[in-house]
Protein backbone atom coordinates (compact mmCIF):
# COMPACT_ATOMS: atom_id res chain seq x y z
CA UNK A 1 0.00 0.00 0.00
CA UNK A 2 1.56 3.44 -1.03
CA UNK A 3 0.05 6.18 1.53
CA UNK A 4 -0.93 9.41 0.53
CA UNK A 5 1.97 12.19 0.86
CA UNK A 6 1.20 14.25 4.21
CA UNK A 7 -0.20 11.81 5.35
CA UNK A 8 0.75 9.59 9.20
CA UNK A 9 1.79 6.27 7.03
CA UNK A 10 3.99 8.26 5.10
CA UNK A 11 5.66 10.65 7.13
CA UNK A 12 6.66 7.80 9.72
CA UNK A 13 7.89 5.02 6.43
CA UNK A 14 10.87 8.31 5.57
CA UNK A 15 11.58 8.78 9.65
CA UNK A 16 14.82 7.24 11.04
CA UNK A 17 14.55 6.63 15.00
CA UNK A 18 17.62 7.41 17.66
CA UNK A 19 17.77 5.10 20.54
CA UNK A 20 15.63 2.24 21.67
CA UNK A 21 12.84 4.13 23.59
CA UNK A 22 11.98 6.13 20.26
CA UNK A 23 12.38 3.00 18.61
CA UNK A 24 9.27 1.28 20.44
CA UNK A 25 7.07 3.98 20.63
CA UNK A 26 7.65 4.07 16.42
CA UNK A 27 6.81 0.54 16.14
CA UNK A 28 3.29 1.02 18.37
CA UNK A 29 2.70 3.77 16.67
CA UNK A 30 3.24 2.16 13.44
CA UNK A 31 1.08 -0.72 15.13
CA UNK A 32 -1.92 1.65 15.89
CA UNK A 33 -2.01 3.66 12.35
CA UNK A 34 -2.37 0.25 10.50
CA UNK A 35 -4.97 -0.79 12.88
CA UNK A 36 -6.90 2.55 13.30
CA UNK A 37 -8.75 3.73 10.43
CA UNK A 38 -8.57 7.29 12.34
CA UNK A 39 -5.56 7.06 14.74
CA UNK A 40 -6.69 10.97 15.38
CA UNK A 41 -9.71 10.03 17.17
CA UNK A 42 -9.39 11.02 21.01
CA UNK A 43 -11.74 8.28 22.40
CA UNK A 44 -8.71 5.82 21.56
CA UNK A 45 -6.63 5.03 24.33
CA UNK A 46 -3.55 6.10 21.92
CA UNK A 47 -3.71 8.36 19.60
CA UNK A 48 -1.76 10.33 17.12
CA UNK A 49 -0.84 14.26 18.03
CA UNK A 50 1.20 16.70 16.42
CA UNK A 51 3.22 19.32 18.01
CA UNK A 52 6.56 21.95 17.38
CA UNK A 53 8.99 23.24 18.91
CA UNK A 54 8.71 26.70 18.21
CA UNK A 55 12.21 28.91 17.48
CA UNK A 56 13.46 32.12 16.70
CA UNK A 57 16.91 31.07 14.88
CA UNK A 58 17.58 34.93 14.80
CA UNK A 59 18.40 34.47 18.68
CA UNK A 60 18.70 31.00 19.27
CA UNK A 61 15.88 30.92 21.59
CA UNK A 62 12.60 28.49 22.11
CA UNK A 63 9.02 29.29 22.93
CA UNK A 64 7.62 27.10 25.62
CA UNK A 65 3.93 27.56 26.89
CA UNK A 66 1.99 26.31 29.90
CA UNK A 67 0.38 23.91 30.19
CA UNK A 68 -1.77 23.56 33.17
CA UNK A 69 -2.98 20.10 32.92
CA UNK A 70 0.63 18.92 33.18
CA UNK A 71 1.36 21.47 35.16
CA UNK A 72 4.44 22.06 32.83
CA UNK A 73 6.73 23.91 30.30
CA UNK A 74 6.27 22.19 26.66
CA UNK A 75 6.01 22.85 23.35
CA UNK A 76 2.57 23.79 21.28
CA UNK A 77 0.62 21.40 19.78
CA UNK A 78 -2.19 19.16 19.89
CA UNK A 79 -4.96 17.02 18.89
CA UNK A 80 -5.90 16.86 15.10
CA UNK A 81 -9.31 18.67 14.27
CA UNK A 82 -12.03 16.19 12.40
CA UNK A 83 -10.74 15.36 8.98
CA UNK A 84 -6.99 16.36 9.75
CA UNK A 85 -4.61 13.84 8.84
CA UNK A 86 -1.69 15.89 8.09
CA UNK A 87 0.70 16.33 10.93
CA UNK A 88 2.75 18.78 9.90
CA UNK A 89 -0.32 20.69 9.23
CA UNK A 90 -1.84 20.39 12.42
CA UNK A 91 1.53 21.21 14.21
CA UNK A 92 1.07 24.32 12.49
CA UNK A 93 -2.48 25.04 13.10
CA UNK A 94 -1.46 24.44 16.71
CA UNK A 95 1.44 26.65 17.03
CA UNK A 96 -0.12 29.24 15.45
CA UNK A 97 -3.54 29.44 17.41
CA UNK A 98 -1.73 28.59 20.97
CA UNK A 99 1.11 31.27 20.21
CA UNK A 100 -0.59 33.81 17.72
CA UNK A 101 2.18 33.63 15.45
CA UNK A 102 0.98 34.24 11.73
CA UNK A 103 4.26 33.43 10.00
CA UNK A 104 5.07 30.27 11.86
CA UNK A 105 7.17 28.15 9.14
CA UNK A 106 8.84 24.71 9.00
CA UNK A 107 12.53 25.23 10.07
CA UNK A 108 15.02 24.32 8.79
CA UNK A 109 12.88 22.29 6.55
CA UNK A 110 9.69 19.82 7.08
CA UNK A 111 11.92 16.87 8.48
CA UNK A 112 9.55 15.40 11.50
CA UNK A 113 12.26 15.95 14.53
CA UNK A 114 11.12 13.12 17.20
CA UNK A 115 8.41 10.96 17.52
CA UNK A 116 7.62 10.20 21.11
CA UNK A 117 4.18 8.15 23.25
CA UNK A 118 3.29 10.63 25.94
CA UNK A 119 1.07 9.44 29.48
CA UNK A 120 -1.57 11.90 29.83
CA UNK A 121 -3.20 11.88 32.92
CA UNK A 122 -6.93 11.82 33.99
CA UNK A 123 -8.87 14.59 34.55
CA UNK A 124 -12.66 15.03 35.05
CA UNK A 125 -14.39 12.65 32.61
CA UNK A 126 -11.62 12.02 30.06
CA UNK A 127 -9.76 8.72 31.19
CA UNK A 128 -5.65 9.07 31.03
CA UNK A 129 -4.45 8.13 27.80
CA UNK A 130 -1.21 8.22 26.10
CA UNK A 131 -0.43 10.57 22.95
CA UNK A 132 1.30 9.88 20.30
CA UNK A 133 3.19 12.55 19.49
CA UNK A 134 5.05 13.95 16.43
CA UNK A 135 7.13 16.70 16.56
CA UNK A 136 8.55 19.39 14.30
CA UNK A 137 10.47 22.67 14.74
CA UNK A 138 8.74 25.81 13.50
CA UNK A 139 10.22 29.13 13.10
CA UNK A 140 9.57 32.98 13.47
CA UNK A 141 11.13 35.62 12.52
CA UNK A 142 8.81 38.33 14.94
CA UNK A 143 8.96 36.98 18.55
CA UNK A 144 7.63 39.56 19.49
CA UNK A 145 4.36 39.16 18.18
CA UNK A 146 3.70 36.57 20.38
CA UNK A 147 0.52 36.34 22.46
CA UNK A 148 -0.81 33.52 24.29
CA UNK A 149 -3.78 32.22 23.38
CA UNK A 150 -6.17 31.93 26.81
CA UNK A 151 -4.91 33.60 30.37
CA UNK A 152 -3.83 30.18 32.36
CA UNK A 153 -1.49 29.43 29.25
CA UNK A 154 1.41 31.76 29.09
CA UNK A 155 4.08 31.70 26.77
CA UNK A 156 7.94 31.99 27.29
CA UNK A 157 11.14 32.52 24.84
CA UNK A 158 13.99 31.26 26.34
CA UNK A 159 17.51 30.43 25.52
CA UNK A 160 18.06 26.55 24.97
CA UNK A 161 19.87 25.74 28.47
CA UNK A 162 17.13 27.99 30.12
CA UNK A 163 14.80 25.91 28.58
CA UNK A 164 16.41 22.65 29.93
CA UNK A 165 16.31 24.33 33.42
CA UNK A 166 12.34 24.85 33.08
CA UNK A 167 11.86 21.50 31.47
CA UNK A 168 10.73 18.66 33.93
CA UNK A 169 9.60 16.47 31.05
CA UNK A 170 12.54 13.95 29.68
CA UNK A 171 11.40 13.79 26.60
CA UNK A 172 10.87 17.63 25.73
CA UNK A 173 14.73 17.62 27.03
CA UNK A 174 15.67 15.46 24.07
CA UNK A 175 13.07 17.64 21.55
CA UNK A 176 15.40 20.06 22.93
CA UNK A 177 18.66 18.41 22.65
CA UNK A 178 17.90 17.77 19.12
CA UNK A 179 16.29 21.12 17.87
CA UNK A 180 19.61 22.60 19.36
CA UNK A 181 21.54 20.75 17.25
CA UNK A 182 19.89 22.18 14.07
CA UNK A 183 21.26 25.93 15.32
CA UNK A 184 24.73 27.19 14.12
CA UNK A 185 27.74 26.98 16.28
CA UNK A 186 29.00 29.86 17.77
Request: hydrophobic letters at 40%; zero cysteines; aromatic letters at 4%.
Amino acid sequence: MVAAPGTVVDLLSRYQPQGAAEIADLARIRALVEAEPDPWRRSIPLHVTASALVVHPDSGRVLLRWHERLQAWLQVGGHGDPGEIDPLGVALREGREETGLTDLTPWPDEALLHVVIVPVPAKGDEPAHEHADLRFVMATSDPVAVRPEKPDAPLRWLSLPEAHEVTTEANLRETLFRAGSLFPAD
